[in-house]
């Protein structure tokens, strides 16, 4: 058989340059097949003898994992080019993956009469150019930034100084494929069911978020440990990395060993370089004056103690910021007219489990601003990072709170993307919630001071 393989390669010409930049995959590589699905990709075989058309070239494509099956999903289009020669058997052939097809590496193959033969291995990701995958993007300047786009900034610091760094995406480095695709092939759901899990990435809200519960390493072989104590053994610091591909390359060539650390903006800059190979639109978002709501009630409690009582620690929290990233896709599962298409909310900084797993999203961006939070995936605690109300307790001698300042307008400040095309900070604060009445009895226009026994909560990076 190997024989016969040697003999197929010969006569097989994949075009990888053309096919390649018509899919722009080109960054990528040069010499391998990587191609976008609904997206049609020509190839020449030449059979070395007459071609007969009643059909005795039959082709198979399989993801490379799942065994061939009569249920292989979604059937790819094969088609005759005019300028093939049945006489001396010099097939162009042009072949289109459908748009819903699954991603990743397929095994196509060739019979001719009894002879069986690989034909190529192609790799197919999500396609943002093609309308009718659930990833389209209509603006090319938009696609340019969020697909093709290396370079990014992160921003980091405070709502009232916001700082920023350079992040080096390399979404288009060597071996990014492979490393992407095996992120994919270790996540537990593909360990539990493999066939289920191949099957379902033809579904962009699915990929999503199995890559944002493998970009942390809390329960999966994931990409990055976090550590938040200030203290680094064995790795080293968040701020030292200033881009994804040194750690996720690490993180391969070392046999999926968890690199360390992380933080927030750490975790959103890789992720968004992995959703971007893939050929997803993704951007990082920064949100100042992030709430970490533990209790899911939507307020962050803060508690001060009465003179001879013992303070009460909150497990709600406050971060100066915190980092996670947007991808643009469809979302069916929720309504039919479109309503929650767009911009989703995916987090990988490990917070709180979903489903049983670290992971958050997609939760749509339109769903956050009108407050909808029964809509998966995370919705409420998106929610609250955004919007929930700061109340300060005074705890009395007997138990009984009394509250004695609420603060709406805290939680949530200048969220922030880089823009399209330009290294200008964009504010997309009003996405995400609708702008308060000034003043107001909210306690915003004259702030009454807690007691100075106060314990704040806790307030630091995420």
Not at 91 to 110: R, S
Not at 115 to 130: D, I, R, S, T
Not at 198 to 206: G, K, L, M
Not at 338 to 361: M, N, R
């Amino acid at each position: 058989n190997n024989h016969r393989n040697r003999e197929i390669e010969k006569n097989v010409d994949l075009h990888p340059q053309t096919n390649n930049a018509n899919h722009h995959t080109r960054e990528i590589s040069l010499t391998r097949l990587i191609v976008r699905r609904g997206q049609p990709f020509k190839l020449t075989l030449n059979l070395r003898q007459p071609f007969n058309k009643q059909g005795t070239l039959s082709f198979f494509g399989v993801p490379d994992v799942v065994k061939r099956s009569p249920s292989a999903k979604a059937v790819w289009k094969v088609e005759l080019d005019k300028g093939s020669s049945t006489v001396t058997g010099n097939l162009i052939l042009t072949i289109t993956p459908p748009a819903d097809t699954p991603i990743g590496e397929y095994t196509m193959t060739v019979k001719h009469r009894d002879q069986e033969m690989v034909l190529a291995k192609p790799v197919v990701l999500f396609n943002p150019w093609c309308p009718d995958d659930w990833v389209y993007l209509k603006d090319e300047n938009e696609i340019n930034e969020y697909v093709m786009n290396e370079q990014g900034i992160i921003y980091r610091g405070s709502s009232t100084y916001i700082g920023s760094c350079n992040w080096d995406f390399g979404q288009f480095e060597d071996n990014m494929v492979d490393i992407c695709l095996r992120m994919l092939d270790l996540n537990p759901k593909y360990m539990k069911d493999p066939g289920d899990d191949v099957s379902a990435r033809c579904n962009p809200i699915y990929v999503s978020r199995v890559v944002s519960a493998m970009i942390n390493s809390v329960d999966d072989s994931g990409v990055l440990e976090g550590n938040w104590s200030g203290s680094y053994p064995n790795g080293v610091s968040p701020s030292h990395w200033t881009g994804s591909y040194a750690i996720l390359k690490r993180w391969f060539d070392t046999g999926s060993y968890p690199v360390k650390y992380g933080q927030c903006w750490v975790y959103a800059g890789v992720m968004c370089s992995v959703m971007r190979l893939l050929g997803f639109p993704c951007r990082v978002v920064t949100n100042f004056e992030s709430a970490h709501d533990n209790d899911r009630n939507l307020t962050i409690d803060v508690y001060h103690a009465d003179y001879g009582v013992r303070e009460t620690p909150s497990p709600d929290s406050i971060w100066n910021f915190h980092v996670w990233v947007e991808a643009w896709m469809r979302r069916p599962d929720l309504a039919k007219d479109g309503k929650y298409d767009g911009w989703q909310v995916l987090d990988p900084t490990p917070q709180e489990k979903s489903q049983g797993v670290y992971c958050c999203g997609p939760a749509p961006v339109v769903a956050i601003l009108n407050g909808e939070t029964d809509l998966k995936y995370d919705t409420p605690f998106v929610f609250a990072e955004v919007n929930a109300d700061c109340i300060d307790w005074l705890v009395k001698a007997d138990g009984s709170k009394v509250n004695i300042f609420s603060d709406t307008a805290r939680v949530g400040q200048n969220i922030s993307t880089k823009s399209v095309g330009s290294n200008k900070r964009m504010n997309i604060t009003d996405s995400y919630k609708y702008r308060e009445e000034e003043g107001g009895g909210d306690g915003r226009s004259n702030p009454s001071h807690p007691p100075s026994t106060s314990v704040t909560a806790n307030v630091h990076a995420f």
